[in-house]
Nanobody, 124 residues
Framework: VQLQASGGGLVQAGGSLRLSCVASGLTLSRYHMAWFRQAPGKEREFVAAITRSFSNHYSDSVKGRFTISRDNAKSTVYLEMNSLKPEDTAVYYC???????????????????WGQGTLVTVSS
């Protein structure tokens, strides 16, 4: 099982990026999926999650600016990021687990399958 994240880069404040996470070795439609991020010197934090039934969940810091989506046919989860701010600078990770339940989506210790991360840098 592998998650491959991509799409990070350098963008100016106010700009947009779309991250992708391609899953292999699993049937994506059976899994809840999430994005987390980790800024330098900080704890990894929840960003967004999408359930098997396409219900979306967001952290307060990104709600209204970021959109998570999934394409099960392509085994891919996306994170569309708009109105980016310097404080969004971080390494972004996609994650999942076969044992996830919806009440635990925001808890990073409930995830045991992680992608390698993609760096997003937002300049002011």
């Amino acid at each position: 099982v592998q998650l491959q994240a991509s799409g990070g880069g350098l963008v100016q404040a106010g700009g947009s990026l779309r991250l992708s996470c391609v899953a292999s070795g699993l049937t994506l439609s059976r899994y809840h999926m999430a994005w987390f991020r980790q800024a330098p010197g900080k704890e990894r934090e929840f960003v967004a999650a999408i359930t098997r039934s396409f219900s979306n969940h967001y952290s307060d810091s990104v709600k209204g600016r970021f959109t998570i989506s999934r394409d099960n046919a392509k085994s891919t989860v996306y994170l569309e990021m708009n109105s980016l701010k310097p404080e969004d600078t971080a390494v972004y990770y996609c994650a999942t687990s076969a044992r996830l339940i919806t009440s635990s989506l925001r808890l990073k210790n409930q995830y045991d399958i992680w992608g390698q991360g993609t760096l997003v840098t937002v300049s002011s």
